[in-house]
C-alpha cells in the first residue's frame, strides 16, 4: 500500500530549447555528476536496512545487560535472605580469681567455650526471600521493556535519518531543473523577453536550493548522532530501503488486550508483590525471635573430698521482646504500608499512560494512513501537473515567473512531504508495535 511500492514521485522536467544549456549549466551538472565520489567514507560504506539496525540496537544492549545482571543479584539476595544467620562462637576464662590464687583455687573458675545460634521469625524470612525474589521479577519486566523501548528507538532514529537522507536525494535531483529554469529565463533576459526581476528571482531560488540541501546534511548528521547512541558507529553507513511492510494493524481491541500484558505493567505488578513483602517483613517483626546458646565449662583442680571437679554444661533460651513498638515496629509497618499503596497508585499511573499513548496513537495512525492514501492517489499527480501547467504558460506568456517558481517549489515540497509521512506512518507503527506487542 504505502511502504513497498518502489518508486518515488518522478521530479519535473524543463524541456528547453539547444540554446537553453549554457557553459554555466553544463558546469553544474559536471559538478553534480562528481559529487557522488566528494562524500564522506562512511556515505559510500554497506548501506544500512532498518532490519539491521534492530539487530545491532538489541545485540548485547548495555541497558538491558545491566537490569538482567540486577536481576541475577535480587536472585541470590532472595537465597541469601531465607537462610538463617550464622552460629556464633564464644571462648572465655569466667570466675578467675584477681586477688590471689590461679585456675584451681576457686571451685567456680573456669575456661568456657559455648555456641550461640539464632533463629529469626520464620515469616521474616520468608517475606525476605519473596521481597527480593519480587525485585528480580521487576528488573526482568524492566529489561523486558528496555528492549521494547530500544527497539522502538532505534527504529525511529533510523526512519529520522532515511527520511532526510531521501529528503536530500529529492532535493538534489530537483536542483537541475532549477538550475535548467534560471538558464531558461537567462536567455530569454538577453533576448529582451524577460525582465532582471524574473532572472534575479531565478537566481534567488537556486541559492535556496543550496541552503536547503545545507540544513538537510544537518539535520541528517544529527539524525546519525542519535542513531549512534543505539547502534554506534553503524550509524555513519547510509540508511537503505526499501520501508518495512507495516501496512496493517490488529484491531485496537486486540492491541489493547496485549496491553495488559506489557512489561511496564508487569515490572510495577513485581513491584507491588515486593512492597507486600516488605508490609509481610515488618508485620512479622510484632512477634519474637528466639536464640540457642550451648556452652561448655572447663574446671581444673580436686574437691575436698578429693574428686576432680566436675566441668559444666548450660543451655539458654533467648527470646526477643518487642515491647516498644511505637516508635520502631509501628513506624516500620507505617512505612512498608505506604510504601505499598504507593506501588499500587504507580502502577495505575502507568497503566492510564499506556492507555492514553495506544488509543492517541492508533488515531495518529489511521489519519496518517489517510493522508498517505489522498498523496498517492491525487496530491502527487496534481502537484506535478500543477507545476508543468505554470511553466507551459510561463513559456507562452500566460502567466509570471512568481507562478512557475511557486509551483515548483511546491512540487518539491510536496514530494519531501510524502516521505516525511511515509516515515511517520512507520514511526506511528514502531510505537504501537511496542504498546501492543507486535512482533518483529
Keep these: ?9 518522478q521530479p519535473l522536467s524543463i524541456r528547453p530549447s539547444a540554446t537553453v544549456y549554457t557553459g554555466r549549466v553544463r558546469a553544474i551538472l559536471l559538478i553534480i555528476g562528481l ?29 538491558q545487560v545491566a537490569m538482567l545482571a540486577r536481576a541475577d543479584a535480587f536472585d541470590d539476595e532472595s537465597i541469601a535472605a531465607s537462610q538463617l544467620p550464622d552460629p556464633v562462637m564464644r571462648m572465655g576464662l569466667a570466675n578467675y580469681p584477681i586477688e590471689s590464687g590461679g585456675f584451681t583455687t576457686e571451685g567456680m573458675t573456669q575456661l568456657q567455650m559455648g555456641i550461640r545460634q539464632a533463629f529469626p521469625r520464620r515469616a521474616s524470612l ?10 528480580a521479577l521487576e528488573m526482568r519486566g524492566a ?8 527497539l522502538q528507538a532505534a527504529r525511529q532514529a533510523w526512519l529520522d535519518l532515511y527520511y532526510w537522507q531521501q529528503a536530500g536525494e529529492i532535493t538534489e535531483a530537483s536542483r537541475p531543473f532549477f538550475a535548467d529554469l534560471a538558464a531558461v529565463t537567462e536567455s530569454l533576459y538577453a ?71 506489557h512489561p511496564a505493567l508487569a515490572a510495577a505488578d513485581a513491584r507491588i508483590d515486593a512492597s507486600q513483602a516488605r508490609v ?11 536464640a540457642l546458646d550451648l556452652g561448655y565449662g572447663h574446671r ?27 516508635n520502631r515496629q509501628d513506624r516500620q509497618l507505617s512505612a512498608a504500608l505506604s510504601a505499598r499503596r504507593a506501588a499500587r497508585e504507580s502502577r495505575t499511573e502507568v497503566e492510564r499512560r499506556l492507555e492514553s499513548l495506544l488509543a492517541r496513537e492508533y488515531s495518529r495512525w489511521h489519519e496518517l494512513s489517510r493522508r498517505l492514501a489522498l498523496y498517492d492517489e491525487r496530491i502527487l499527480v496534481q502537484s506535478r501537473d ?6 507551459v504558460a510561463y513559456q507562452s506568456d500566460a502567466t509570471d515567473f512568481a507562478d512557475v517558481m511557486r509551483g515548483y517549489i511546491n512540487d518539491l515540497n510536496t514530494r519531501v512531504d510524502y516521505v516525511r509521512l511515509q516515515t511517520d506512518l512507520a514511526k506511528s507503527y514502531a510505537v504501537l508495535s511496542n504498546l501492543g506487542g507486535i512482533p518483529r
Design 300 to 326: 581444673n583442680g580436686h574437691l575436698p573430698s578429693g574428686e576432680p571437679r566436675s566441668d559444666f554444661i548450660s543451655l539458654t533460651v533467648s527470646l526477643d521482646l518487642p515491647f516498644f513498638q511505637e
Design 126 to 135: 520468608d517475606a525476605g526471600k519473596r521481597r527480593f525474589e519480587s525485585l
Design 1 to 9: 500500500m504505502f511502504f513497498n511500492r518502489g518508486r518515488w514521485p
Design 386 to 391: 500543477h507545476a508543468e501547467a505554470a511553466l
Design 280 to 290: 509481610d517483613f515488618a508485620d512479622s517483626a510484632f512477634k519474637p525471635g528466639w
Design 143 to 150: 529489561a523486558d521493556g528496555r528492549s521494547r523501548d530500544v
Design 191 to 261: 533576448l529582451g523577453r524577460r525582465d532582471q526581476q524574473d532572472l534575479l528571482r531565478a537566481q534567488l531560488e537556486l541559492s535556496r536550493i543550496e541552503e536547503r540541501l545545507i540544513e538537510i546534511e544537518r539535520q541528517r548528521a544529527e539524525a546519525a548522532a542519535t542513531l549512534s547512541q543505539w547502534i554506534g558507529d553503524a550509524a555513519r553507513r547510509p540508511a537503505a530501503g526499501p520501508l518495512p511492510h507495516w501496512e496493517t494493524l490488529p484491531p485496537l481491541e486486540a492491541l489493547r488486550a496485549e496491553l495488559s500484558r
Design 35 to 63: 559529487l557522488p565520489a566528494a562524500l564522506p567514507a562512511a556515505e559510500q560504506g554497506v548501506p544500512l536496512t532498518l532490519y539491521a539496525a534492530e539487530d545491532i540496537a538489541l545485540d548485547q544492549e548495555p541497558g
